[in-house]
């Protein structure tokens, strides 16, 4: 192909971060080396889909008779690759935007982060974000693109970059519409300008590809698609191939689905769910969706509407014949068709995940761990699975070890006859959930509770008033059906209890909503528990993250009337003897509950207080 230069070429220089993702790369995928060609083949087949999805609707653009394909050449003697396809081609901004930038800010936000704390990156990690056409410089010192966009009057470019700080465009004459990749190959690259190695590589996800390719003028792929094939037709090791093509992961999948349904609506998928959570997962910019098919032909590769938000990790490939083929993104989002697929798909990802819950419990906690956060928001938006959802959860409880679940349908299997509500508790990790006071009297009662550690739980628990009858309750609420009696050690009489409650409330009156005797307290004095119309302790302190002047609403202090600094209290009061003593303990007391709930706004005057009571028993002890 004769191209001519026209004089007048200008350079860019690369965004910073730029750089560091492509010494990343380098670094971290040099044992995965071609995965490159499975990037720059995936974007010419991306490439050959926009021309074709153009072409349904559209017939008056370049070459519009091409042949629609790929072509793969080495040259041993040059040590070059290149690769040609008769696609959608690029335009000069295309070039400056989409090849000398990072594919997403997820990308940068990464490297920045994992560079700020000082980790290494795997070759695991840099799978989750894709790593696209700059993996190319991994195997060349030199790329060059030259392409010309699909529109009648595009003008054609040539793009020239070693990778490591600026890259120059030009204008070019080309007559063909489409792009052809160059690669200078490194030294220790060399076998990429070997045909046997081009065809062993491509051979692996070639038929993935719904477009011929040719390798050295050689057809290596008969172009039928996966999901067509029958279930016994295929191999497991080409779904993981397959599963890795479309997803850019580096990790086999956790599992997958393929369906074929015909009645209501007809179509054919081929789903995965992944092993782990992409790290853009909860980002706006997430790019998500299931490859959209319409009769083999290519629609769209992130259709939205064939998922419901809270499955949105799940990939794959929808192929349907009951979409009209010159349709529009815009008219699949509403078509009734997709609304059938998707309320199919729903029903059987969930049925999936039923049958891992309940024949590879392992598999299903693996799952959960990635995917169960995003997951449980299913709980406030499908209202139509609720039951199935509600199966599905699963937490951490005082009766798992750190980081085992359980599921709510164990938890009543192992609830005591007198048991009626579950109880759950909110907390941002399992070892502070454990030492929180209100704790005590389930343990010592030996009381199942629910440890509820994901900060979504604040939201999605509030989705989940009752599980079969039994009502769900954070034990942090003071209404709580505590009838197990508690054995404690001599407590005070009535009387005393009542005069102590009363000298507790004359010193902290306005900060607190009541003061009662505790019955759920073994060991700690006091304890603070939330009224009837307040929030748990966890859901304010996330009120508090978002709104500093938030102040939450009053508490509930329970004294356990059993502990022995409060029966020193209580005599010191009868005595009227060191009033002093009492009242800083008091206000100690207190401070300190606000302390375990994360809640004391002020704690100068708690710590100078301390200091008050240390000075006072230092100085009292009778030996010295
Ligand atoms: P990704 O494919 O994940 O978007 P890449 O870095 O591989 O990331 O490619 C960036 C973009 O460059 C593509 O999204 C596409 O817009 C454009 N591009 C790359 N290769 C081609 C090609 N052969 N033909 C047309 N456009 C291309």
């Not at 949105?312 to 349709?327: A, C, H, M, Q, W």
């Not at 815009?330 to 049958?355: F, N, P, R, W, Y």
């Not at 300190?592 to 100068?604: I, M, N």
Request: with cysteine.
């Amino acid at each position: 192909m004769a191209t001519q230069t026209t004089p007048g070429s200008e350079t860019f220089e690369y965004r910073a971060e730029m750089k560091q993702l492509l010494h990343l790369i380098i670094d971290s995928l040099y044992t995965h080396k071609d995965i490159f060609l499975r990037e720059l083949i995936s974007n010419a087949s991306d490439a050959l889909n926009k021309v074709q999805f153009r072409l349904l609707t559209d017939r008056d653009i370049l070459q519009s008779d091409a042949e629609r394909r790929i072509d793969i050449r080495g040259d041993k003697n040059e040590n070059t690759l290149r690769i040609l396809d008769s696609g959608i081609g690029m335009t000069r901004e295309d070039l400056i935007d989409q090849i000398g930038t990072v594919a997403s800010s997820g990308t940068v936000a990464f490297v920045e982060e994992m560079k700020a704390s000082g980790k290494t990156i795997d070759a695991q990690m840099i799978g989750q974000f894709g790593v696209g056409f700059y993996s190319a410089f991994m195997v060349a010192d030199r790329i060059t693109i030259e392409t010309r966009n699909a529109e009648s009057d595009g003008q054609g470019y040539r793009w020239t970059s070693d990778g490591s700080g600026t890259f120059t465009i030009e204008e070019i004459e080309r007559g063909d519409r489409g792009t052809e990749v160059t690669l200078h190959l490194k030294d220790d690259a060399s076998e990429f300008a070997e045909i046997w190695k081009l065809k062993e590589v491509i051979r692996r996800y070639s038929n993935f590809v719904d477009f011929p390719i040719h390798v050295d003028g050689e057809k290596v792929n008969t172009v039928r698609a996966l999901w067509h094939k029958g279930k016994s037709e295929i191999e497991e090791e080409e779904l993981t191939e397959f599963y890795k093509f479309i997803s850019s992961d580096f990790n086999d999948p956790l599992g997958h689905l393929h369906l074929h349904l015909e009645g209501r609506v007809d179509f054919r998928a081929l789903l995965f769910v992944p092993k782990r959570a992409p790290r853009d997962l909860f980002r706006e910019d997430y790019k998500y969706g299931l490859h959209l098919y319409s009769s083999n032909v290519f629609i769209q590769d992130d259709c939205k509407s064939l998922l419901p938000d809270y499955l949105r990790f799940i990939r794959g490939v929808v192929d349907t014949e009951d979409l009209p083929l010159n349709i529009s993104r815009e008219v699949t989002q509403q078509s009734q068709a997709m609304a059938k697929i998707q309320h199919a798909l729903t029903g059987k990802i969930l049925d999936l995940l039923k049958t891992w819950a309940l024949d590879e419990p392992d598999k299903y906690a693996a799952f959960f761990r990635e995917f169960g956060t995003l997951f449980k928001t299913g709980l406030g938006t499908d209202f139509s699975n609720r039951d199935e959802l509600i199966e599905l959860l699963r937490y951490e409880s005082t009766k798992t070890e750190k980081g085992v679940y359980t599921s709510l349908e164990q938890y009543v299997d192992r609830m005591q006859s007198a048991q009626k509500e579950i109880y759950y508790l909110l907390g941002d990790s399992r070892s502070s959930a454990e030492k929180n006071p209100n704790l005590e009297y389930f343990k010592k009662n030996d009381l199942e509770v629910l440890l509820l550690l994901d900060p979504v739980d604040v939201f999605t628990v509030t989705s989940l008033p009752k599980y079969k009858d039994h009502e769900v309750k954070s034990i942090e609420k003071a209404d709580l059906d505590l009838k197990m009696e508690k054995k404690s050690k001599e407590a005070l009489s009535k009387h005393e209890q009542k005069k102590l409650i009363e000298r507790f409330k004359s010193i902290l009156s306005d900060r607190i909503e009541d003061i009662v005797v505790s019955r759920r307290l073994v060991d700690s004095a006091v304890t603070l528990v939330v009224g009837k119309a307040g929030m748990d302790a966890q859901v304010e302190r996330m009120m508090r993250m978002m709104d500093e002047q938030f102040s939450g609403s009053k508490k509930v202090l329970e004294i356990n009337m059993g502990h022995p600094l409060i029966r020193n209290l209580a005599t010191l009061r009868e005595k009227g003897s060191r009033d002093r003593l009492v009242e800083l303990s008091i206000l100690q007391l207190f401070e300190g509950a606000l302390l375990v709930d994360g809640s004391l706004s002020a704690p100068s005057d708690f710590v100078s207080r301390m200091t008050e009571l240390m000075e006072d028993a230092t100085a009292s002890t009778p030996q010295d």
